[in-house]
């Protein structure tokens, strides 16, 4: 989403005529888009400040410090006092632009006036878009800090998202991301479409076989067999869901306030791997959250064990103040927490690496993003997200965000390696 949002803002301010610079010395105004989500992310954005008003001090230099996104919400006071000039509490680039241009502006609400940007292809894969469909979220996961650093649920009218994939695709976008903090719910606040509805629009919208559409993140709560079946009849829609389970405990579902039990996930997986066996299915896991015991750790790798992801992002909780979980004082112990994390880990890194093993010898269309560093390979990704190193082959030069038919060939640590056919 920050990808989306800073990729939006460089050509606003672009079109206004300024110049983007690889280096922090040469700049007139440096812009840092925040997250929240973890420590380590507001940590980091600490130091660059720190750096950056140094540097600003000691070359007296009248470069301005500008900070948007999430810790707008957690950390102005402290971000003024580091020496950043502006700190805007919601994403809202006319704001940005007219405080860059005019030196002033009005103060702006918290989400009242939160204001969607138009897309643009990704600046370094150019075949590739982000197009953001909701913003905030209205579900207030305890653990979660997003309701409160993006507000609640706005879905952007879906005239101006079916005009923006106009545009992208008229621009040469080839694979394009639909995005929002919980997708699945898009319409609930405006009534008016669905998601399902969102995907059969784009999908009409389209019209060509060779655009692919991908959407993040889902709620398993309102993943539903009409979204199931949506994303298997769809022609542009790939065969890939990103939903996260974060516990196979009840208990700590229940803390969480996720609003779907295990049994529930369980199914909504099964009725999708019932009509397709290749569908690859990723996920999020937060491991030592409220007192997690041993038994409960161990229904979190029986899950992992049954399901079988082929990818998975594994977090140890990290509590954020201002999050129902921190409210609440919901006990967790960080120790125990890393300890399960490691083994997570190596658990599903043998899954997944037995799972991708089965992958050589198969089929598939896959479209090419880079070349790889080495210069001896490309890389790309199959409908299903897998990614792929394509040996490079004297014969043919292959372009990005073309779609090639691919054998896979080998695995090498976790990667698949493929030939085009
Ligand atoms: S659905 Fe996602 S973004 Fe919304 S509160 Fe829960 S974890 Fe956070």
Redesign the pocket.
Known sequence: MNRADSNSLIHSLQSEGFLETTEYIDSDIIIINTCSVRQHAEDRVFARVRLFNAFKKREKKSMKIIVMGCMAQTSKDRLYSLGVDKVFDVYNEIKILDYIKNDDLIENDFNSNYVFSKSYVDKLYTHKAFLPITHG?????T?????HTRGGLISRPSKDILEDLKSLIDSGAKEITLLG??VNSYGEDTKDMSFVQLLEEVDKTINDSDVWIRFT?S?PKDFDKNLADAIINLKSVCEHIHL?FQSGSNRILNLMD?KYTIEEYLEKVSYLRNITKDFLISTDIIVGFADETDEEFTETLNVIKSIGFEEAYLYKYSERAGTVAHEKKIAYDPNNGSLRLSKLIEIQRAIALSLLTKQVGTFHKVMINSIAKDKNNYLGRTRENRSIVIRLNDDKVLKTGEIYNAKIIDIRGHSLIADII
């Open positions: 979220c209205d579900n207030w996961c653990y979660c800090i997003v309701p903090q919980n993140t709620h996260p996720r």
